[in-house]
Nanobody
């Protein structure tokens, strides 16, 4: 059974920074995709950033230049450094792990990020 545990959310003022962490445990194939999604109240869940176990990160346009995604494959961990935060970044942020064999998506429990003065 694969489990994902996120940490690092919180309340920050506009222009501030936060760093989210995600640790995956269990039987994880070496090829996988880890990513961060977010869901704001009343909105659909959307992709923020992701990367394969051997590739470069892809970012949603709304975070390019502000957020940095990174992975530590040896630790089965993913991180999201969020800078220049805006009120519209307020959402629950979810870590996601996609594996192709067997085909499955795994989700963390989510961590709340609130950007407000």
């Amino acid at each position: 059974q694969v489990q994902l545990v996120e940490s690092g959310g919180g309340l920050v003022q506009p222009g501030g920074s936060l760093r989210l962490s995600c640790a995956a445990s269990g039987s994880i194939p070496s090829f996988n995709i880890m990513g961060w999604y977010r869901q704001a109240p009343g909105k659909q869940r959307e992709l923020v950033a992701s990367a394969t176990s051997g590739g470069s990160p892809n970012y949603a346009d709304f975070v390019k230049g502000r957020f940095t995604f990174s992975r530590d494959n040896a630790k089965n961990s993913a991180y999201l450094q969020m800078n220049s935060l805006k009120p519209e970044d307020t959402a629950i942020y979810y870590c996601n792990l996609f594996v192709s064999v067997p085909l499955n998506h795994y989700w963390g429990q989510g961590t709340q990020v609130t950007v407000s003065s």
